[in-house]
């Protein structure tokens, strides 16, 4: 029962930004593991960025160094800002909560369009 609002989609030139944002509520204390994956056309989702509760941090090669995550744990929130956006990396971004229990949650996703 942990709902995941995501906000910060949209469309943007190469080389633009865009700040991604998701919000983990419901009756949890805390949680394990939040995360961005996404999934472009004829491809699998895949992890793009993660960070535990303890501030560990992992990137997809693709993105490091460009992308950066970010996470209060007070809120539950975390966040996912995109520099120098590429057109590779069109698609539709997912928030991902792994609370301390066996329970996974997924946000409902938002599109990322990058355009030359």
């Known amino acids: 029962q942990v709902q995941l609002v995501e906000s910060g989609g949209g469309s943007v030139q190469v080389g633009g930004s865009l700040r991604l944002s998701c919000a983990a509520s419901?009756?949890?204390?805390?949680?394990?593991?939040m995360g961005w994956y996404r999934q472009a056309p004829g491809k699998q989702r895949e992890l793009v960025a993660g960070?535990?509760?303890?501030?560990?941090?992992t990137y997809a090669v693709s993105v490091k160094g460009r992308f950066t995550i970010s996470r209060d744990n007070a809120k539950n929130t975390v966040y996912l800002q995109m520099n120098s956006l590429k057109p590779e990396d069109t698609a539709v971004y997912y928030c991902?909560?792994?609370?301390?229990?066996?329970?996974?949650?997924w946000g409902q996703g938002t599109q990322v369009t990058v355009s030359s």
């Open positions: 991902r909560a792994i609370p301390s229990g066996v329970d996974d949650y």
């Open positions: 960070i535990t509760s303890g501030g560990t941090t």
């Open positions: 419901g009756s949890i204390f805390s949680i394990n593991f």
